[in-house]
């Protein structure tokens, strides 16, 4: 992290999903928040925002919160930045199931909506969607900590994709490293869980990447697959 380029504020209050009052230098500043989620766990009055540079004027706000520090540890507050990982992770072959396929198409269009990427290998396909994940609690890291329509959205068109012949994919990537385990948060959002069970019954895979966050980029410490998956007893009730 080049160290000229950030600064750190002290969280004050969250305003509106995409903006937090931070104090930077005795001064209150307005900051872009590029995460739409809850982030309840990390947002708390006193916290320790790492802040970029807004950049080129484009925005209103001067700076752009990136990080919080977790009691020494950085956490990744920009839920777009695991799209921009996931590519050089691929090309790197950092994740295991899917060494050796390569990226065709970026948000190709999967039943009525888009997935994250299309990759091939040959004559195969796979669709993959990438989901980016901020909350830990006792080691498991969970998706996702607000409900998401969208979310269960995805999972149903990545089962279409299976019904089709076509494999298809979820890869949560976790952007802290404090995580063993994951799975779909049952407390927040049920149906997505309930969701979540029924895709994995039809053959969508489900991996995790944790990761580590330098303040610019994000870097795998482990690969979890099926056997860390952690799925909560389901509801009679959905």
Same mark, same amino acid.
């Given at each position: 992290?080049?160290s000229?380029?950030?600064v750190w504020?002290t969280?004050? /209050?969250r *305003?509106?999903?995409?903006?937090v009052?931070?104090e ?8 872009h928040l590029?995460?739409p989620g809850? @982030?309840? /766990?990390?947002l708390?009055? $006193?916290?320790?925002?790492?802040l970029?540079?807004?950049g ?7 700076w ?8 020494g ?5 920009d ?5 921009? +990982? ?9 994740? *295991?199931?899917?060494?050796g396929?390569?990226? !065709?198409?970026k /948000? ?5 909506g ?5 990759? !091939?290998?040959g004559k195969?396909?796979?669709?993959? /969607? ?7 609690e006792d ?7 607000a409900?998401t329509?969208?979310?269960r959205?995805?999972?149903?068109e990545?089962? $279409?994709?299976?019904?089709?012949g076509?494999?298809?994919a979820i890869?949560f990537?976790v952007?802290r490293?404090?995580a063993?385990r994951f799975g &779909?948060?049952m407390?927040?959002?049920?149906? +997505?869980?309930?969701? +979540?069970?029924k895709a994995?019954e ?6 995790? !990447?944790?990761c580590?966050f330098d303040?610019?980029r @994000?870097?795998i410490e482990? +690969?979890? $697959?099926p056997?860390y998956?952690?799925l909560?007893?389901?509801? &009679?009730?959905?």
């Amino acid at each position: 992290m080049d160290s000229w380029k950030s600064v750190w504020g002290t969280f004050i /209050e969250r *305003p509106n999903r995409f903006a937090v009052w931070v104090e930077v230098n005795g001064k209150g500043e307005l900051a872009h928040l590029p995460n739409p989620g809850r @982030l309840r /766990e990390i947002l708390v009055p $006193g916290r320790r925002l790492l802040l970029r540079p807004a950049g080129n004027g484009s925005r209103k706000t001067r700076w752009t919160a990136v990080g919080a520090d977790l009691s020494g540890m950085l956490v990744s507050l920009d839920s777009t930045l695991p799209n921009r +990982f996931v590519p050089g992770a691929l090309a790197a072959g950092a994740i *295991p199931p899917f060494r050796g396929w390569e990226i !065709v198409a970026k /948000e190709p269009k999967l039943g009525a909506g888009r997935s994250d990427f299309l990759l !091939v290998r040959g004559k195969r396909k796979l669709f993959l /969607e990438v989901k980016s994940v901020t909350l830990v609690e006792d080691g498991v890291a969970l998706f996702p900590d607000a409900p998401t329509d969208r979310g269960r959205r995805h999972l149903r068109e990545l089962v $279409g994709a299976v019904r089709e012949g076509i494999r298809a994919a979820i890869l949560f990537v976790v952007q802290r490293p404090d995580a063993h385990r994951f799975g &779909p948060n049952m407390t927040t959002d049920p149906a +997505f869980a309930e969701t +979540f069970w029924k895709a994995l019954e039809q053959g969508v895979e489900a991996y995790a !990447v944790i990761c580590a966050f330098d303040g610019e980029r @994000l870097h795998i410490e482990k +690969f979890l $697959g099926p056997d860390y998956l952690v799925l909560p007893e389901r509801r &009679p009730d959905l």
